[in-house]
């Protein structure tokens, strides 16, 4: 089973609704969690991270995470044609390791 | 702040040719990573330092592959001799406590 599992799309969503992005982690002791954001050919770039279970939300992004169920989430409202790009899931796991996923491709269709 | 700096950008070499990048992290972080980023997957840690020494190398084929960071700032990762399927992009990231990494711009490698 791999550490972090994200489904690879692609994912296409119109512009201006909701793109809902998911990750799930292996390792239940997995302490911290992050989203980032990786355009064709670039750096993968940081969005948000979450510790702690429940909602965190920043701007139009929202990161949902379930310990119990072991998943993560993104959620992007308002969706727009430049947030089309690969969307990478990172758990940090026991003993300061970091997985990513493969990433899951989205693309906002204006 | 300064970004994480990574050289070359581009590079090209024949199998069997080594190869060596560099990376300056982000002053003050002392934890640096390189990972090897293959077309159409997500990146897969090769090494991770504390400082100057090795946390974690468990993934780096150290057959071929070597890396250092001897003052515990810059580090330079190395490929010798290069297979085809050494071919992708190797990031370099670093960190400060608690926070997630910040990325170079990476070098991408092409074995032919």
């Known amino acids: 089973q791999k550490e972090v599992e994200q489904n690879s799309g692609p994912l296409s969503v119109p512009e201006g609704a909701i793109a809902s992005l998911n990750c799930t982690y292996s390792d239940r002791g997995s302490q911290s969690f992050f989203w980032y954001r990786q355009y064709s050919g670039k750096s993968p770039e940081l969005i948000m991270f979450?510790?702690?279970?429940g909602d965190k939300e920043d701007g139009r992004f929202t990161a949902q995470l379930n310990k119990a169920s072991q998943y993560v989430s993104l959620l992007i409202r308002d969706s727009q044609p430049s947030d089309s790009a690969t969307y990478l899931c990172?758990?940090?796991?026991?003993?300061?390791?970091?997985?990513f996923g493969t990433g899951t491709s989205l693309t906002v269709i204006p | 702040e300064a970004g994480v700096a990574q050289s070359p950008r581009y590079k090209i070499i024949e199998k069997r040719q080594s190869v060596a990048f560099w990376c300056n992290p982000i002053s003050g972080h002392a934890t640096l990573y390189w990972y090897q980023q293959i077309l159409g997957q997500g990146p897969k840690l090769l090494i991770q330092?504390?400082?100057?020494?090795?946390?974690?190398d468990s993934q780096l084929p150290k057959d071929r592959f070597s890396a250092e960071r001897l003052k515990g700032v810059d580090s330079t990762l190395k490929i010798q001799p290069a297979k085809l399927e050494d071919s992708a992009v190797y990031l370099c990231?670093?960190?400060?406590f608690g926070d997630g990494y910040t990325f170079g711009s990476g070098t991408r490698l092409t074995v032919v």
């Open positions: 990172a758990v940090n796991e026991r003993g300061n390791q970091f997985y």
């Open positions: 979450i510790y702690s279970n």
């Open positions: 990231a670093s960190r400060d």
């Open positions: 330092f504390q400082n100057n020494g090795v946390v974690d």
